[in-house]
């Protein structure tokens, strides 16, 4: 494994236990395990949890048995051209190096379609297998229920070579698409559905991104994915239990062609329950549709919860292997609160991103009594005093400056502690002012503020007995930079995916999850802030200069996450 990677954290869990166990009973000397996408879209955050466990476990098991070839492989299971491009694959590698991991181990489940191949005639030689010609509504009536046992193919008793004549000639292309498919002979009235003579390849008269027009017939995946596992030695087969059910026959397939194959190992398939979190859509297919349809911007919009995505919104690897990390690995499946990802974020963040100055919807302010040509270098830390970091840089400022609407009030009520006609408030790091006046334009809104500053307020003097409850941030008028910011929020309005009609579900995306605001104004320090920078801005939230849009005179800045932490609240942390 790569000497870059993330260093193991002590885990206790079931599949740790089986490879202890495993490791003690001598069954195996090593820990191969393999991370195997389809390259049909990008990755999300459920798939950051797989990332992690398969490579943290090939990380921590490389260590414990130094010089053991313990190992994570990458591998694209590309079993079906249609939906499959290079695109893909540049963007899934891009995510788990991302992520901090490195694979010891580079395939495509197409490296081995001549093998598979082989074995497929095997198994036809031997009894296992049959050319069906069945159409796909005729095979679903013979398939039978979960009540009713399924009826034999007219087409499940064929020669040996009559099978493989087919077989043959639809490899070399004599046949349409659907027209035959090579199906495993094992039990139509298993309880099993999947084991009622699955389907092990069909022809698809459709160019490969790795192997372009040399086949016409491809694997299925439940077929493909075993034998893979087999040819490179994986020991521990590790998928979430939607694939509990085909664990029967990977069984199958790895058993029937073990001694035919001779594959350096045994591997067995390991179920853990999937990462499912509320408030978003982790669903490829919609996801997808969300894309396609233009909903959101691409497959990085920070809407949506793609690793791509997440990492374009700010959010660093660490938050996102210390939120799988408190997760765990269990038997059941179960939603995780949005809010504890958000919780591991801050966390993370609280550390990384500097403090900085930030007004998202400005009015302002007119201080009459400080000296008009004046302009004062005040300084201001980057980090509170929980932090321990040091750093600060100066701030500007002058008679004018700008405050968020929010935090002024013509009619306040009577435990309002911001700035209001009469009321004082202090600056942050700067003076306490009090409004005077207010200007206001045709039909009565505030457009303008008046106000006094006491000079022995400054930041750092404390009067005896002044008390100034309310804080406020501000920017320097003449110094600000303007800025465009993008607030983000969670993807769906409601809690739960919804599961019903597929033309229903679109109701459920937040109208809100993007809103844009043009004319916010930033402190001058973040005039030549770099694409990628982290920053909270006080009061506001954390943001990161947007990695494609953002550049030195246009500013652009994603919400990553607010500053309101209500799972850690809920959890008792701090």
Same mark, same amino acid.
């Given at each position: 494994?790569?000497? $870059?990677?993330?260093a ?9 236990d089986?490879?202890n166990? %495993?490791?003690?009973?001598? @069954? ?5 395990? @393999? ?12 798939h ?11 990380n ?5 048995l130094?010089?053991s070839?313990s190992?994570?492989?990458l591998?694209?299971?590309?079993? %079906?051209p ?15 190096r ?11 489940? *197409?490296?081995y ?16 297998a ?10 679903k009536?013979?398939?039978? %229920?979960?009540k !009713?046992?399924?009826?034999?193919s ?11 004549? +087919?077989?043959?000639r ?33 022809? /698809?008269? #459709? ?22 596992d ?6 521990? $087969?590790?998928? #979430? =239990? ?54 959101? $911007?691409?497959?990085?919009?920070p ?22 990390a ?8 179960? !939603? ?31 201080? %009459? ?20 970091k040091?750093?600060s840089?100066?701030?500007?400022? *002058? /008679? ?10 013509l ?15 202090? =600056?942050?790091?700067?003076y ?5 006046d ?8 505030? !457009?303008?503020?008046?106000c #006094?500053?006491?000079?022995? !307020? ?7 007995? @002044? ?5 406020i ?5 003449k ?10 929020d ?15 579900? +679109? ?8 809103q ?42 994603? @919400? ?15």
């Amino acid at each position: 494994m790569s000497s $870059s990677a993330p260093a193991p954290v002590k885990h206790s869990d079931f599949i740790r236990d089986i490879i202890n166990d %495993d490791l003690e009973a001598k @069954r195996h000397s090593q820990v191969v395990t @393999r991370f195997p996408p389809e390259p049909n879209g990008f990755l999300h955050i459920g798939h950051a949890k797989s990332i992690c466990l398969n490579f943290g476990l090939a990380n921590e098991y490389a260590q414990k048995l130094p010089g053991s070839g313990s190992r994570c492989h990458l591998r694209f299971d590309d079993t %079906d051209p249609a939906k499959e491009d290079t695109l893909f694959e540049e963007g899934i590698q891009e995510d788990v190096r991302w992520l901090g991991f490195e694979w010891g181990g580079f395939f495509h489940a *197409s490296d081995y379609f001549e093998k598979m191949y082989e074995y497929a005639e095997h198994l036809i030689s031997v009894g296992k297998a049959y050319v069906c010609s069945l159409t796909d509504a005729e095979t679903k009536q013979y398939r039978g %229920d979960v009540k !009713t046992p399924g009826t034999n193919s007219p087409y499940r008793d064929r020669s040996v070579e009559e099978n493989l004549d +087919l077989f043959r000639r639809m490899r070399k292309g004599e046949f349409k698409d659907g027209e035959h498919v090579l199906r495993a002979k094992i039990d139509m009235a298993a309880a099993n559905m999947k084991m009622r003579d699955p389907m092990l390849y069909r022809i /698809r008269h #459709t160019a490969h991104h790795m192997t372009g027009d040399k086949w016409c017939i491809y694997p299925m995946y439940d077929y493909a994915h075993p034998i893979s596992d087999a040819i490179e030695g994986i020991t521990h $087969s590790i998928c #979430t =239990l939607e694939f509990e059910n085909n664990r029967e026959l990977y069984d199958w397939v790895v058993d029937n062609l073990m001694e035919y194959a001779k594959f350096p190992s045994r591997p067995h398939q390991y179920e853990f329950a999937r990462l499912n979190l509320n408030y978003t859509v982790m669903s490829k297919r919609r996801l997808l549709e969300l894309v396609q349809n233009k909903h959101v $911007s691409g497959w990085d919009d920070p809407r949506l919860p793609t690793i791509a995505g997440m990492r374009r919104r700010g959010i660093t690897p660490e938050a996102l292997r210390a939120f799988c990390a408190s997760v765990g690995i269990a038997k059941a499946n179960s !939603t995780v609160d949005m809010a504890q990802l958000e919780f591991h974020i801050r966390d993370d963040l609280n550390q990384k991103a500097p403090r900085v100055l930030a007004v998202l919807k400005p009015i302002k302010v007119v201080i %009459d009594n400080y000296p008009a040509d004046q302009v004062e270098e005040l300084d201001a830390s980057y980090w509170p005093h929980d932090v321990p970091k040091e750093g600060s840089r100066k701030v500007p400022f *002058s /008679r004018e400056i700008y405050i968020e609407q929010d935090d002024f009030m013509l009619e306040p009520p009577k435990d309002y502690f911001r700035l209001a006609p009469g009321k004082e408030v202090r =600056l942050r790091y700067a003076y306490c002012i009090t409004c005077t006046d207010v200007v206001k334009d045709a039909d009565g809104n505030v !457009t303008e503020i008046h106000c #006094t500053y006491d000079p022995e !307020t400054k930041s750092g003097n404390n009067p005896i007995g @002044r008390k100034v409850k309310g804080t406020i941030h501000w920017v320097d008028a003449k110094h600000a930079h303007d800025a465009e910011v993008r607030l983000y929020d969670r993807l769906l309005s409601v809690e739960a995916s919804p599961v019903g009609k597929d033309s229903d579900w +679109l109701e459920s995306v937040n109208a809100q999850a993007l809103q844009v605001v043009h004319g916010a104004k930033v402190e001058r320090s973040l005039g030549e802030c770099q694409p990628g920078d982290r920053f909270q801005f006080e009061r506001q939230g954390y943001f990161v200069a947007d990695v494609k849009d953002s550049k030195p005179g246009h500013l652009v800045f994603n @919400r990553i996450v607010t500053l309101k932490d209500s799972w850690a609240k809920a959890q008792g942390k701090k």
